[in-house]
């Protein structure tokens, strides 16, 4: 481990800190070396709330247990002695004595040569006899007496005092961590507290002007905080306890209040936001005045998160996370964990791993750990890790995936066909029972939906028409939705069918022009007039698609070459598009009519596209396939593909 250099004086650090961005390696390691050896504070839980929590000190039994010899079977106390030359053919008889003792229940009476005392599971031999004999190897006799017909060997069905666990045995070491057969263990013992490592307790704010509280409403330009409530439950998984403060605005004297007061009480500061060294980011700035030795690492080679901030306050780690969610939580798991674990006494996580192979390149920034979520699905031979890329923004790109994938500083690519490793998010790969490669559309919520609700689980992988038809050709998805227009025979979808798919027709989706409601540019038009209109006005702003989106070849259809203002800005969805236009920043665009309808904007009809399926004939025998082509076809899946506004093929 390195240890940190000491600095001159403040500004020379801080220079030195803007300049250097550091290997992830180099920064956890100071970070630890600012942090670690340092003795755990711990605390006295009941036995209730000590789960998952390490024990901070060894546990000796102080008692025996069982803490008396004990039957183990319903049975007689006997002595062995009187038993030693029963038989088949040779009963002895026993006399019962005038008690049972019952679980609970402290015999009285001794156990003389030739008599027996009715003893239940679990209660305590009495004095005088040496074994127990099964009730069901005796045959009563008489009213008070017994015959056996076996021997009996000294001890039989006896669990002697102390033979699970001794008086004065090492029961629990210090930093186990307690967990269900722990406090079982505890409870035999009679045990009902335990000195454990005390949770670090982590206080979590969020800095930014633009965030509110999910419950608030959102106000334009405004997002919900989520880093808030995902580092939260983060520290809560690892064993911290989180002291959420909410979000305060990018102002550097409430921001510095609401820091030091955190810190007079938590073990542990994590914020988020405010960390791309631009002109609003003050947490750097304030932490330089928070305590020494301050900022440790500021830029790690880390993507997503290069922006993570890393730093130590008189003993205390504080830490800034990147703003994006996704880098947030990467950081936050990669870098911040391992932290948080050693400061709650626990080992480093385990995180289930398995290894698959990569369908496409993946780009990779050279000088940077780059992390890559996946979705696995099952290949020919092995996994398939199909990175879900979504841009650091992303939220959902977490709930969709199983994992992630690690392409290393030095490397500037994972080539297709690499196999690797991939960090599960969950202890189990649950590789899906049907899979869906290529152009997502809402109308496909809605037919699987029933398969959902019915147990098949429906993993849908959006990377465009085309690159759905690959990975169907590689048999890496049972369907792949297409939607591609041919050109030549003016067709949709059956021309780019190549042996081994087959097609199954989905569902219409009526494209058209989209403009807020009451523009009299638009209002009443037909989509060529429409178009027209809006090019003769310098004024009007239109929102494009990216290049090959089947939208964009309609569009550029439509415009016959011209270039209008807003032709470069081309978002890749339907629902970019109808936000541009809802929120004003483009007066025009094209969509499909679910999404213009959804959004409350205008409509105008314009060309009816084919959403299809290319279907893997040899994979069209599972279950699952089945029951999605059962779904398609069905009523009730046809109904709300209407209701939505498509028109089922
Ligand atoms: P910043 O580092 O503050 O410039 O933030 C980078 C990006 O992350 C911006 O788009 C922020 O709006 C976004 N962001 C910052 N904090 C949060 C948060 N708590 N929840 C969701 N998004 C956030
Ligand atoms: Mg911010």
């Known amino acids: 481990m390195t240890m940190i250099p000491k600095p001159p004086n403040r500004s020379a650090l801080e220079q030195e800190q803007f300049l250097k961005i550091l290997s992830r390696e180099e920064a956890l390691a100071r970070f630890e070396a600012a942090l670690f050896p340092r003795a755990l504070p711990s605390e006295t839980r009941k036995l209730g709330a000590a789960i998952g929590a390490a024990l901070a000190e060894d546990i000796t039994a102080p008692i025996d247990v069982p803490p008396f010899d004990r039957s183990n079977v319903d049975g007689f106390a006997v002595r062995s002695a009187d038993l030693s030359a029963a038989g088949e053919g040779a009963p002895r008889r026993l006399t019962l ?56 060997s000294p001890g039989q069905f006896v669990s002697y005092a102390g033979s699970d666990i001794a008086r004065g045995e090492a029961l629990l070491r210090a930093g186990t961590i307690i967990g269900s057969r722990e406090i079982g263990m505890l409870a035999a013992c009679g045990i009902a507290e335990v000195k454990v490592a005390r949770k670090p307790r982590v206080a979590v704010i969020s800095t930014g002007d633009e965030l509110v509280q999910p419950g608030g409403a959102l106000p334009p330009a405004a997002i919900y905080d989520t880093n808030g409530a995902i580092v939260a439950a983060a520290i809560d998984e690892n064993g911290g306890e989180a002291i959420f403060l909410g979000a305060i605005a990018d102002d550097e004297a409430r921001l510095e209040a609401a820091m030091r007061g955190a810190l007079v009480d938590a073990d542990m500061l994590v914020l988020s936001g405010g960390t791309s060294k631009g002109a609003g980011d003050l947490s750097h700035r304030i932490i330089g005045r928070l305590g020494q030795p301050g900022i440790i690492a500021h830029g790690v080679a880390l993507k997503p998160g290069k922006p993570l901030c890393l730093a130590v306050c008189d003993g205390k780690p504080v830490v800034i996370l990147p703003g994006f969610p996704t880098s947030a939580m990467f950081t936050f798991h990669d870098m911040i964990v391992p932290v948080l674990r050693k400061l709650a006494g626990l080992p480093p996580r385990s995180d289930a791993k398995v290894s698959a192979t990569v369908p496409v390149r993946i780009a990779s920034e050279l000088g940077r750990t780059e992390f890559v979520m996946v979705s696995l699905v099952a290949g020919k031979h ?46 189990h790969v649950r590789v899906p029972d049907l899979v869906v490669v ?93 178009v027209a209109a809006a090019l003769s006005d310098p004024a009007c702003i239109m929102v494009n698609r990216n290049q090959g989106a089947g939208t964009r070849i309609l569009i550029d259809r ?32 094209m969509t499909i009519a679910p999404v213009a309808h959804a959004a409350g904007l205008g409509f105008i009809p314009h060309a009816e596209e084919h959403y299809d399926f290319a279907l893997v004939t040899a994979r069209k025998d599972r279950p699952a396939v089945r029951a999605f082509l059962e779904a398609l076809g069905s009523d009730e899946a046809r109904a709300a593909l209407e209701r939505a506004g498509f028109r089922p093929a």
């Open 382 to 427: 092995g996994l398939i890790a199909y990175p879900s890329g979504k841009g650091s923004g992303a939220i959902t790109s977490f709930a969709q995936a199983d994992g992630f994938l690690r392409v290393e500083a030095l490397a500037d690519q994972m080539p297709a066909g690499t196999e690797t490793e991939v960090t599960l998010f969950t202890p």
């Open 438 to 530: 290529g152009s997502h559309c809402t109308g496909l919520d809605l037919v699987t939906a029933g398969l959902a609700h019915a147990g098949l689980t429906v993993r849908s992988i959006a990377v465009g028409s085309l690159g759905g038809l690959a990975a169907a050709k590689r048999g890496e998805c049972d369907l792949a939705p297409i939607h591609l227009f041919d050109d030549r025979s003016e067709t949709y979808n059956t021309p780019y069918l190549v042996d081994g798919l087959e097609l199954v027709p989905g569902w219409r989706r009526m494209q058209g022009i989209v403009f807020r409601k009451g523009d009299r540019r638009f209002e009443g038009f037909g989509a060529k007039e429409a």
């Open 97 to 152: 004595n005038g008690e049972t003792i019952h679980c609970g229940t402290a015999p009285a009476l001794q156990v003389a040569a030739g008599t027996a005392t009715p003893i239940a599971t679990g209660g305590p031999v009495p004095r005088g006899a040496d074994a127990v004999v099964m009730v069901e190897h005796t045959q009563p006799a008489d009213l008070d007496a017994i015959d056996v017909r076996r021997a009996v």
């Open 558 to 589: 439509l415009l016959g070459g011209a270039r209008p203002e807003g032709y470069w800005n081309q978002p890749r969805s339907h629902n970019a598009v109808a936000a541009a236009v809802a929120q004003r920043r483009a007066d025009w665009g």
